[in-house]
């Protein structure tokens, strides 16, 4: 009978040995079946972005052909300048962008605020309705960064926590830039930040800050080929708040 006992609790232990062995083994396999596939799906999402950046190069460099001064350039910014666009953009804040283009710079906005947060202004018709598709919830519509105050953005005015601006400063008369900055301005919360990116070193995008009662503080610079991105953030001083 105590053999018989032995014999028995000693084929249990074997058996569940084997159990454990082989349970051990198929979770292994898993594991690394679910590593490869999260590997492939990583190069997937990496492919699809490459691919999709590749398009909206195309895009932007076809409307810079058709309209060189309004575009500024032959190339959206990339998703490192993009990124540092948007670092002042806290969680949930209200979001103006103007000249969305291709909507590199839509998309890290997305990432920190939501959709019915999101609110852009672009000239060019042909870039509306993709940024319809790709931002569903976000107000993105075609108009004229001078007169923010007679669109359909009227009401909200004064209401945004922050304006990102990827327009061409530099390439408009001097009148249209004061019309801009202006129009940008008047959208903001009292302590709103206007955020402008610029491929000019040598000074900040608006050189002329301080005639609009602004501060200007260097956020960063990126991708010194072809071109090398700086971007700035503006805020009124708090005299002219006052």
């Known amino acids: 009978m105590v053999l018989k006992t032995i014999a028995l609790l000693i084929t249990l232990n074997l058996a569940s040995s084997y159990v454990y062995s082989a349970l051990r083994d198929e979770v292994q396999e898993k594991k690394a079946i679910l590593a490869v596939s999260k590997t492939n799906e990583k190069q997937v999402d990496q492919d699809e972005e490459s691919s999709l950046q590749r398009k909206n190069c195309c895009q932007f460099f076809v409307s810079f052909l058709m309209h060189p001064l309004r575009m500024g350039s032959v190339a959206p910014i990339s ?82 926590d922050v304006v990102v601006s990827t327009l061409p400063l530099r390439c408009m008369s001097s009148q249209d830039y004061d019309k801009v900055i202006k129009s940008a301005l008047s959208m903001l919360k009292e302590n709103g930040k206007l955020i402008q990116i610029t491929s000019y ?42």
């Open 201 to 242: 070193l040598m000074a900040p995008a608006i050189a002329d800050h301080s005639k609009y009662g602004l501060i200007a503080e260097l956020i960063g610079r990126a991708d010194y080929f072809p071109n090398p991105w700086v971007v700035w953030s503006f805020q009124r001083t708090k005299a002219h708040r006052e």
């Open 79 to 160: 998703p490192n300048s993009a990124r540092l666009m948007v670092v002042p953009v806290k969680t949930g804040d209200k979001v103006l962008e103007l000249g969305c283009g291709t909507g590199v710079v839509t998309k890290e906005i997305a990432k920190k605020t939501t959709n019915d947060q999101i609110f852009g202004v672009e000239l060019g018709q042909e870039f509306i309705k993709p940024l319809q598709s790709l931002f569903p919830g976000s107000t993105i519509q075609q108009g004229d960064a001078k007169i923010l105050g007679k669109s359909l953005l009227a009401e909200h005015a004064g209401t945004f």
